[in-house]
């Protein structure tokens, strides 16, 4: 069985950093694609940042890229993203997301990723 619980949100200042983190069980990180996505209540979820499998190739959204990074740890099955410059924007219940078929093009589509988590709620103020 394949869950993914992610951990590390809270609340935090604009301007300060947090670090989610996903820990997997039921699947191999390193063979999948691992993807964050966040939502915000009454909107659509939106894509955060993933990778394919392998971590070679990975896809960042414009609204977040130079300010979060993602990485994996394969021996431990967990995958981070690590939020610096957090702006109040940024709030929104952040989730992890796993499937080996979501492939490259499909990166930053919340449908083509099968598995998730039940997500961590970051909280930025200004």
């Known amino acids: 069985q394949v869950r993914l619980v992610e951990s590390g949100g809270g609340s935090v200042q604009a301007g300060g950093s947090l670090r989610l983190s996903c820990v997997a069980s039921g699947l191999a990180v390193s063979t999948e694609c691992m993807g964050w996505f966040r939502q915000v209540v009454g909107k659509e979820r939106e894509a955060v940042a993933s990778?394919?499998?392998?971590?070679?190739?990975?896809m960042v959204a414009s609204s977040v890229k130079g300010r979060f990074t993602i990485s994996q740890d394969n021996a431990k099955n967990m995958f981070y993203l690590q939020m610096n410059n957090l702006k109040v924007e940024d709030t929104a219940m952040y989730y992890c997301a796993a499937d080996r078929r979501a492939g490259y093009a499909r990166l930053l589509a919340p449908e083509a990723f099968n598995f998730w988590g039940r997500g961590t709620q970051v909280a930025v103020s200004s």
């Open positions: 990778v394919v499998s392998g971590g070679d190739n990975t």
